[in-house]
């Protein structure tokens, strides 16, 4: 067993790195605040490869893996996390076209994606079909040689902005507009409804045969899991750092509060939780990259990230007190933002769920 990164792997992560540090650090508060949306910084995070760690060079990608994706997505979510919903949206949908797609329509859409000069989405999600996928009731009814999509997606992150991505529809139910909608965190990610009436695809743009979708769907969710887990990461080492600054500095009753037992017992929890998900972020993203089957270790992965993020921000926040609970300081943001991860991409009951009906025997996670 090899804990090491290789060379290549620590220059993409240090270059990640330094690319928040800079370019997204320094405005992540005033961005949060004014719900900026950023193309500008998702051009720059296309140009420098961000996107095309897991596609290869025939159509803009570099090839580098599921773990650089994760070393990347980490290192930007630490400085906003609402960027690392910018780069979901580019390789969620040309991740999943490079598995399904056609080659034209590999050629066609997953370079802009790559590149970021497009900006991309996919949408799942409806009224009344969040965890329970197959409960979704936007049609694709064929119409020569088109489709005509009829029905609604909510919360779709970039809808208000995007170029194009995937659009998740039943052809057989018996087995644009832009709305911005407002959320507690993730700020900087617009997000929205769509709905779609009459709207027409050309046959051409069906990924897959028809009846696939849900699998593809699936399939799809076990990737962009692990993108939405490495951000966790990411919100989970900022809280932690912020806490251990700020026990490092602030001194009461004569001594830092580092020094009390209670905010060391806190701080010995956030380092444990964070880098017990770290490890199971990377074996997840190691097996994808020796293309082994990974659903379970994305679910655990994900569920551990999601908790490990949201127990940080909690513990950041009672060390820093009012200095946390101040919209003046980056931990309240740390703390909304930490939320979205045990809902987005499989909440962490469904993760629970798929976990713990693999455990029993009930349904097992690695099918595909
Ligand atoms: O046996 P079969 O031939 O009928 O096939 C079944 C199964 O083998 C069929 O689907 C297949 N399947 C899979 N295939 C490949 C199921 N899971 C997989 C898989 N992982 N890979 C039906 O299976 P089933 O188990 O009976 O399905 P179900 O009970 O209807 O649903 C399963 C489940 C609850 C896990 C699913 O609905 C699910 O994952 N729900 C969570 C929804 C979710 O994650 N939504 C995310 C929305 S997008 C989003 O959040 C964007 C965030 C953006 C950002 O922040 O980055």
Same mark, same amino acid.
């Given at each position: 067993?090899?804990?090491?990164?290789?060379?290549e792997l620590?220059?993409v992560r240090?270059?990640a790195?330094?690319?928040?540090?800079?370019?997204?650090?320094?405005?992540?508060?005033?961005?949060?605040?004014?719900?900026?949306?950023?193309?500008?910084?998702?051009?720059?995070?296309?140009?420098l490869g961000f996107y095309g760690t897991m596609i290869p060079?025939?159509?803009?990608g570099n090839g580098l893996g599921f773990l650089a994706m994760v070393l990347v997505t980490?290192?930007?979510?630490?400085?906003?996390?609402?960027?690392?919903?910018?780069i979901?949206?580019q390789i969620?949908?040309a991740l999943?076209?490079?598995?399904?797609?056609?080659?034209?329509?590999?050629?066609?859409?997953?370079?802009?994606?790559v590149?970021?000069?497009?900006?991309?989405?996919?949408?799942?999600?409806?009224?009344?079909?969040?965890?329970?996928?197959?409960?979704?009731?936007?049609?694709?009814?064929?119409?020569?040689?088109?489709?005509?999509?009829?029905?609604?997606?909510?919360?779709?992150?970039?809808?208000?902005?995007?170029?194009?991505?995937?659009?998740?529809?039943?052809?057989?139910?018996?087995?644009?507009?832009?709305?911005?909608?407002?959320?507690?965190?993730?700020?900087?990610?617009?997000?929205?409804?769509?709905?779609?009436?009459?709207?027409?695809?050309?046959?051409?743009?069906?990924?897959?045969?028809?009846?696939?979708?849900?699998?593809?769907?699936? *399939?799809?969710?076990? #990737? !962009?899991?692990?993108n939405?887990?490495?951000?966790?990461? @990411?919100?989970?080492? /900022? +809280?932690?750092? =912020?806490?251990?600054?700020?026990?490092?500095?602030?001194?009461?009753?004569?001594?830092?509060?580092?020094?009390?037992?209670?905010?060391?017992?806190?701080?010995?929890?956030?380092?444990?939780?964070?880098?017990?998900?770290?490890?199971?972020?990377?074996?997840?993203a *190691?097996?994808a990259d #020796? !293309?082994?089957?990974?659903?379970?270790?994305?679910?655990? @992965?994900?569920?551990? /990230? +999601?908790?490990? =993020?949201?127990?940080?921000?909690?513990?950041?926040?009672?060390?820093?007190?009012?200095?946390?609970?101040?919209?003046?300081?980056?931990?309240?943001?740390?703390?909304?933002?930490?939320?979205?991860?045990?809902?987005?991409?499989?909440?962490?009951?469904?993760?629970?769920?798929?976990?713990? #009906?693999?455990?029993?025997?009930?349904?097992?996670?690695?099918?595909?």
């Open positions: 067993m090899d804990f090491a990164l290789s060379e620590i220059a240090d270059l790195r330094e690319f928040a540090e800079k370019e997204i650090a320094p405005s992540a508060a005033k961005d949060d605040k004014e719900k900026n949306f950023r193309p500008d910084l998702i051009k720059k995070m296309g140009e060079e025939t159509y803009g980490e290192e930007i979510a630490r400085a906003h996390s609402a960027m690392r919903v910018a979901n949206m969620g949908p999943t076209l490079l598995q399904f797609g056609s080659e034209e329509q590999k050629k066609k859409f997953i370079p802009p994606l590149a970021g000069e497009k900006i991309g989405c996919f949408a799942i999600t409806e009224p009344d079909a969040g965890s329970d996928v197959a409960a979704l009731r936007t049609t694709a009814t064929k119409d020569g040689e088109r489709y005509l999509l009829n029905g609604s997606k909510l919360w779709i992150s970039n809808a208000p902005v995007t170029h194009g991505g995937l659009v998740y529809a039943y052809t057989d139910r018996s087995q644009k507009h832009r709305k911005p909608l407002e959320t507690m965190g993730a700020h900087c990610s617009p997000i929205g409804e769509m709905i779609f009436d009459n709207f027409p695809i050309p046959v051409t743009n069906r990924l897959g045969n028809e009846g696939d979708g849900f699998k593809i769907c699936m *399939w799809q969710l076990n #990737q !962009t899991r692990l939405c887990a490495a951000g966790a990461l @990411g919100v989970a080492r /900022a +809280a932690k750092e =912020a806490a251990v600054s700020y026990c490092n500095q602030r001194v009461q009753f004569g001594q830092k509060i580092g020094e009390f037992q209670m905010n060391q017992d806190l701080i010995a929890q956030m380092s444990v939780h964070e880098e017990a998900a770290r490890l199971l972020v990377y074996r997840a *190691w097996l #020796q !293309t082994q089957p990974n659903n379970l270790e994305t679910s655990i @992965g994900k569920y551990a /990230a +999601a908790e490990a =993020a949201n127990f940080a921000a909690d513990a950041a926040m009672k060390i820093l007190g009012a200095y946390g609970y101040s919209t003046e300081f980056p931990v309240e943001r740390y703390y909304r933002d930490a939320k979205s991860y045990q809902i987005v991409e499989g909440s962490s009951n469904v993760q629970k769920m798929i976990i713990a #009906q693999d455990a029993l025997g009930y349904r097992k996670a690695n099918r595909a």
